[in-house]
């Protein structure tokens, strides 16, 4: 029994139950460790860690604007430089993130149990693709205007025109800032707290000590 | 993992102390310079967004012609098909799939009503000659008016722009020629703007009728040309001016660069009639791959096979000195 899990009294009904799978599933020391393995010294380790940086400047000046209206930024100098911030936070977002999920493939960073942490990442860039392109139709410019034009027939031959309108600025606007940023946070929220709990995956090849969950095959399978 | 599983996992391995907080921070104040720096030197791309207003006035003829086809039901968004109507126009389907007609109209579509003779009608109060033009068209037998638009638009091939009238030569067009230049006037005037946008509620947030009017003319794709946007210059990717778009979305965008999804006759029923659809199913089924790496054999193999890893735990396999497959024969 871990330190936090014996700080939870017994009893206390549901909230007590609760309190205690928290504190066995997700405990503290597991959820910010202070030792690493060695091998985390290694450059492809940050683009994860800028990632959700450059998700959090995103989120940040995306309120920012969300906050002026989407008109704002058109006709204020202000407003046209945290739009800046927000563009060029996209652009670092995603080549980050693609960074990271291709080194995670070469590193076959699924083994030993981690299948589920790598589909959530992928969801994750799945959603984000979304969100960018919701992102462009509400520029309100000319760019807004072309992409939703061309965009629409796509959309309509696979069937999501009866969900998806692109050329309703409404519902995409509405999709961009509430709908789709809260599902990354979400997905980016899961996918940290699922790193954290399984550990970084050991290096291929690495000596097996006997993994409680890996399979027999190791590690390729998850 | 347990603790207790996770201990066991690192056994022998070598820990160092690592803090994640400091690293998080570092590299959020990190972003924050660099992003910043961007959006001072670079700015954020902003080409304002075309009115119908500004269309009318710079290419008056391709908005009457792009009208005409609207009210005689010939253009892209009248011939359409789902989700804006019943028609089959630009209905793609793939082998047995049909999901365009599957899914049914859902954003109904009258190009005819919606774009020409509703506005006319709001223009036509206090206008006797649009009246008695709008009179006539409407009064005029289904075959006449299809001959009086049919003409308009053979004749609006050598028609002339003169003070944002537009005139052709002289012929059988009926009332064609009033209408359409009251409508150009409308449009010049921004009413046209703000009647395609008004939905019989106060607000409106909504383009579709704007927008697929606009579409279905040549103004609109000739400026996303000059910009590189179209979808066979890699559009999706682009962004106005020399800023960089949607670049993660290469692979989506080649598809319609390469054969069989820009060729007409293409290749087991898919040509660039489908393509849309079609490069959407291939892109899904890649990405369901994607998603499922980890569980299918071979695939998940790939990493192993071409040692990218060498590099990603260089220092990791220098302090051991061994190869990747050398040493406890798990692999």
Redesign the interface.
């Known amino acids: 029994m ?1 330190r936090s899990q014996a700080a939870v009294p017994a009893g206390g009904g549901w909230t007590g139950a609760f309190r205690r799978q928290i504190a066995r599933r997700l ?1 503290l ?2 959820l ?11 450059w ?1 380790y ?1 683009f994860g ?2 990632t ?3 998700l ?2 995103v989120v940040a000046s995306g309120v920012v604007l969300a906050f002026f209206g989407p008109q704002w ?2 006709h204020s100098s202000v407003g ?2 945290f ?7 996209v ?2 977002f ?1 080549i980050f993130m ?1 960074l990271h999920l291709w ?1 995670q ?4 960073g ?6 589920l942490t ?2 959530i990442g ?2 994750t860039f ?1 959603a984000s ?1 979304v969100a ?2 919701t992102g ?1 139709i509400s ?13 629409k ?2 959309v ?8 998806f ?1 692109p ?5 995409a ?1 509405g999709i961009h800032v509430m709908l789709l940023p809260a599902s990354i946070v979400v997905l980016v929220a899961a996918h940290i707290v699922m790193v954290r ?3 970084i995956v ?12 890996a399979s027999p095959s ?5 | 993992m347990s603790a207790e599983a996770k201990a066991a996992y690192y056994r022998n391995v070598r820990m160092i102390p690592f803090d994640l907080v400091k690293e998080l921070a570092l590299a959020t104040g990190g972003v924050l310079i660099v992003v910043m720096i961007l959006a001072a030197v670079f700015s954020s791309p902003d080409v304002p967004a075309v009115t119908i207003a500004n269309w009318a006035a710079a290419d008056p003829v391709d908005f009457v012609t792009t009208a005409t086809s609207e009210l005689a039901g010939s253009s892209t968004s009248a011939d359409y098909g789902p989700p804006y109507n019943n028609n089959a126009g630009s209905v793609q389907t793939l082998w047995f799939l049909k999901p365009q007609s599957w899914a049914g109209v859902h954003t109904p579509v009258d190009p005819a009503n919606q774009f020409v003779l509703q506005p006319l009608q709001q223009a036509a109060i206090g206008d006797p000659a649009l009246t008695a033009a709008l009179s006539t068209f409407l009064g005029a037998s289904s075959d006449q008016r299809a001959a009086w638009l049919d003409a308009y638009s053979t004749s609006l091939a050598d028609a002339q722009a003169n003070n944002g009238q537009v005139t052709v030569a002289a012929g059988d067009y009926g009332p064609a020629p009033v209408l359409m230049n009251s409508l150009v006037a409308l449009a010049r005037s921004g009413g046209l703007d703000g009647l395609l946008l008004a939905s019989n509620q106060f607000f409106a947030t909504d383009y579709t009728g704007s927008l697929l009017f606009m579409g279905d003319g040549g103004y609109l794709e000739g400026l996303a040309n000059e910009q590189k946007l179209t979808g066979n210059q890699w559009g999706m990717m682009h962004e106005t001016g020399r800023y960089p778009g949607q670049a993660w979305l290469w692979l989506y965008t080649l598809g319609y660069q390469v054969p069989p999804f820009n060729e007409e006759r293409g290749f087991l029923g898919i040509n660039s009639g489908n393509a849309d659809l079609a490069i959407t199913v291939t892109m899904g089924a890649l990405t369901l791959l994607l998603v499922l790496v980890p569980f299918v054999p071979g695939l998940r193999d790939i990493p192993r096979w071409i040692p990218i890893h060498r590099l990603i735990w260089r220092r990791y396999y220098a302090e051991k000195g061994v190869g990747p497959r050398a040493d406890d024969g798990t692999a």
């Open positions: 871990s405990p020391e597991e910010l460790p202070t030792n690493q393995p060695a091998y985390v010294h290694s492809v940050l860690a800028i959700i940086a450059a959090i400047w930024w058109h046209r430089f739009n800046s911030i927000h563009f060029w936070g652009q670092v995603f693609v080194t493939f070469w590193a076959a699924w083994r030993d149990g981690r299948g790598w589909v992928v969801v799945l693709v960018g392109f462009y520029q309100q410019n000319f760019a807004a205007q072309w992409i939703a034009v061309n965009a027939d796509a309509n031959a696979t069937g999501m025109g009866a969900l309108n050329l309703n600025f409404g519902q606007y709990m399984k550990g050991r290096p291929i090849d690495a000596p097996t000590p006997g993994v409680a969950d190791n590690e390729m399978a998850s």
